[in-house]
């Protein structure tokens, strides 16, 4: 399924069993890219580049992270500029996050994504998402949150604060 929105698309994903890939060059672009944004993301007030991959299981380092059954790939044009990835079908359901590219943020792409999830969420009657999120991005997570009107608390007393966000209402839910 494609959504697009002023020259954004959204493409989902649904990702292989784990080890689906042996090849980097089987992994689809887009998600290779996605997971370089993602990691990327978690990388922000480290000094250093956005990292690439070299091999399959520098990828796959990466891609356990964001391994949620669906990732959602945002592309302005044929530029992967974020990515979103989240599991309704653990016993929890769970957002396992948004990351964005660097010269994206504030543009809009995160809340798109965002919105693209909780729509979802929605349409299949979850009433909450739970997600973790590292401590140098908290803030930055919750300002997206706080952006896009979404009812959420957030739980600080373990090592990850515990997020949990309320998907809107709809006549299924």
């Known amino acids: 399924m494609t959504i697009e929105n002023d020259e954004l698309s959204i493409q989902t994903?649904?990702?292989?069993?784990?080890?689906?890939?042996?090849?980097?060059?089987?992994?689809?672009?887009?998600?290779?890219?996605?997971?370089?944004?993602?990691?990327?993301?978690?990388?922000?007030?480290v000094d250093s580049p956005t990292p690439t991959f070299e091999t399959i299981d520098e990828f796959y380092e990466t891609y356990d992270a964001m391994s949620g059954q669906k990732n959602l790939v945002a592309k302005r044009g044929a530029a992967v500029v974020g990515v979103a990835s989240y599991d309704f079908g653990r016993n929890v359901p769970f957002f396992d996050g948004v990351a964005v590219d660097s010269e994206e943020r504030?543009?809009?792409?995160?809340?798109?994504?965002?919105?693209?999830?909780?729509?979802?969420?929605?349409?299949?009657?979850?009433p909450e998402l739970h997600s973790r999120s590292q401590p140098s991005s908290t803030e930055r997570n919750l300002a997206i949150l706080q952006r896009s009107g979404v009812q959420f608390t957030v739980d600080s007393s373990g090592k990850y604060p515990l997020i949990t966000v309320f998907p809107p209402k709809t006549d299924k839910s």
């Open 13 to 45: 994903y649904q990702l292989p069993p784990d080890e689906g890939w042996e090849e980097l060059s089987d992994v689809p672009p887009e998600l290779l890219r996605a997971a370089e944004i993602y990691a990327g993301a978690l990388q922000d007030g």
């Open 106 to 126: 504030g543009s809009g792409v995160g809340a798109a994504l965002l919105g693209k999830v909780l729509n979802e969420a929605s349409e299949q009657g979850i």
